[in-house]
């Protein structure tokens, strides 16, 4: 079977990768920390976290910081697993080139 069938559709967005690489190396990071990051607009972040959130490969956590609300978010274990082996899977495909 060709690498390429091993590659998770979730992460084919090139803001879905970047979120989930951030959130690979933060424990938790804070929605507009990612924004910023990424450069990415409320509409284009927010679709990408509910898509990436109902797969279950990341969490949410909403607060309150003083008055004003904090909503952050954090890879669950599905999460990293699916993005190692995604990961691991473009290596694959890569070293084959």
Known sequence: MSQINHLNKAFESRVRLGIMS???VNDWMD???IKE???LTDGNLAS???GLEKLEYICVRKRFV???T???YQITPLGK???KQHINALEKL???I
Do not use: P
């Open 70 to 72: 904090n909503t952050s």
């Open 81 to 83: 697993q699916e993005f």
């Open 66 to 68: 003083g008055k004003k």
């Open 48 to 50: 990408h976290i509910n």
């Open 31 to 33: 929605y507009k920390d």
């Open 94 to 96: 890569i070293n084959k």
């Open 22 to 24: 951030i959130l690979m």
């Open 37 to 39: 990051e990424l450069d």
